[in-house]
C-alpha cells in the first residue's frame, strides 16, 4: 500500500517537510549510517538495518542511492537553517556574532565522536561534489543561505553603524564562509581546536567594528 501521510511544515526550516514517516525514518537512518560509515563506504542495507524497513522498501521511496542523498542533504539544509535562524542579541553585529558562536558551538550538545565522524563524512561528500550534480546542488544551497545570513547581518550593522560604510558584506561573508568550511577541515584533518578557531573568527568580526561599538560576545553557550 502507498503511504500517503505527509509532514506538514516549512520546508526552509522543517527537515521533514514533505516527508511521508517512512522517508523520514530513512532520512534520519542516513545520518547515523553515514557518522558510523562515511559518505564513500555507507551502502542502502547499512541504511536499512538503521530501521524496520528492508533494502528494497528504501528503493521503493527512493531510486537510489544519489536520490536518497539528495534528500539527505536537503535535510541537513533545513536542519542548518532551523538551528541559526533568529540568533541573540541586540544588534546585528550581536547577532552576527551569536550566528557564528553557533554554527561552531562545542556546547556537547552533540557526542564528540559522532561530530567529528559526521565532519569527516560531509568532507567526503564536499570532495565529491565536483563529479556529482546532486551533491554539489545540495552543498551550494547550505554555503549560499550562509552567505546570505552572514552577509545580510553585516548589511545591517553598515546600516546601524556598527560597522564602517566602507565595509564590504559580501568580502566579509565570503570570508567568514571560507573559514568555516576550513575550520570544518582542520578540526578533522589536523585535530585542531574549534573553541580556539571560533574566538579568532569572533575577534575578526569585532575587530571590524567602529570604535565606538561595544557588543555582547557571551549570548550563546559554546564551550570550551
Not at 563529479?131 to 552543498?139: F, P, S
Amino acid at each position: 500500500m502507498t503511504e500517503t501521510t505527509t509532514h506538514d511544515g516549512d520546508p526552509e526550516t522543517d527537515a521533514t517537510a514533505g516527508l511521508t514517516e517512512t522517508q523520514e525514518a530513512i532520512v534520519e537512518a542516513t545520518y547515523s549510517a553515514v557518522c558510523e560509515y562515511g559518505y564513500a563506504d555507507v551502502t542502502m542495507q547499512d541504511i536499512a538495518d538503521r530501521t524496520d524497513r528492508s533494502k528494497a522498501a528504501l528503493h521503493y521511496h527512493f531510486d537510489c542511492r544519489a536520490d536518497l542523498f539528495r534528500e539527505f542533504l536537503s535535510y541537513l539544509h533545513a536542519e542548518f537553517v532551523a538551528s541559526t535562524r533568529d540568533p541573540p542579541g541586540a544588534t546585528p553585529a550581536e547577532r552576527l556574532v551569536a550566528l557564528l558562536q553557533t554554527i561552531l558551538s562545542t556546547d556537547g550538545s552533540r557526542d564528540d565522536a559522532e561530530s567529528v565522524r559526521f565532519t569527516t563524512a560531509y568532507l567526503e561528500m564536499k570532495a565529491q561534489a565536483p563529479y556529482n550534480e546532486g551533491l554539489r546542488e545540495g552543498l551550494q544551497r547550505i554555503d549560499e543561505h550562509l552567505v546570505s545570513e552572514v552577509a545580510d547581518l553585516v548589511t545591517a550593522g553598515v546600516e546601524a553603524g556598527e560597522f564602517p560604510p566602507e565595509t564590504e558584506p559580501t568580502e566579509v561573508a565570503a570570508f567568514v564562509s571560507t573559514y568555516l568550511h576550513g575550520t570544518w577541515t582542520r578540526s578533522v584533518a589536523a585535530g585542531s581546536e574549534i573553541a580556539a578557531m571560533r574566538d579568532r573568527l569572533v575577534g575578526y568580526v569585532t575587530g571590524l567594528l567602529t570604535p565606538e561599538t561595544g557588543i555582547r560576545t557571551d549570548l550563546v553557550e559554546v564551550g570550551q
